[in-house]
């Protein structure tokens, strides 16, 4: 089974920076992943962040747009999320998800979650 698992989250002051990661693991070595970040703040929806695929190409949702930035390191099965000039309102759990397993014999959709990184950003 696929495991995913995120790191780097912090508390922070507005205007400040963290760089989050997600480990994939467990994985066969004919498949990869694509992978994306979600957040979920208290009272609150689990959201859409960012998304990459495996040909790099990159979706933000709009309140991150120019902020974050995500990217992959396809030889260490890692995704990371660059977040610049942070906001109290992108306080929130951040969760790794990989929605989709591409293998050799084919790709599926998949619902492979971490356990999620906290970012605090104070004001």
């Known amino acids: 089974q696929v495991q995913l698992v995120e790191s780097g989250g912090g508390s922070v002051q507005a205007g400040g920076s963290l760089r989050l990661s997600c480990v994939a693991s467990?994985?066969?070595?004919?498949?990869?992943?694509?992978m994306s970040w979600y957040r979920q703040a208290p009272g609150k929806e689990r959201e859409f962040v960012s998304a990459?695929?495996?040909?790099?190409?990159?979706k933000y949702t709009d309140s991150v747009q120019g902020r974050f930035t995500i990217f992959q390191d396809k030889g260490k099965n890692t995704v990371y999320l660059q977040m610049n000039s942070l906001e109290p309102e992108d306080t929130a759990m951040y969760y790794c998800?990989?929605?989709?397993?591409?293998?050799?014999?084919?790709?599926?959709?998949?619902?492979?979650w971490g356990r999620g990184t906290q970012v605090t950003v104070s004001s």
């Open positions: 998800n990989s929605d989709r397993i591409y293998c050799t014999a084919g790709s599926w959709p998949a619902e492979f």
């Open positions: 990459i695929d495996r040909s790099g190409s990159t």
């Open positions: 467990g994985l066969s070595s004919d498949c990869s992943v694509a």
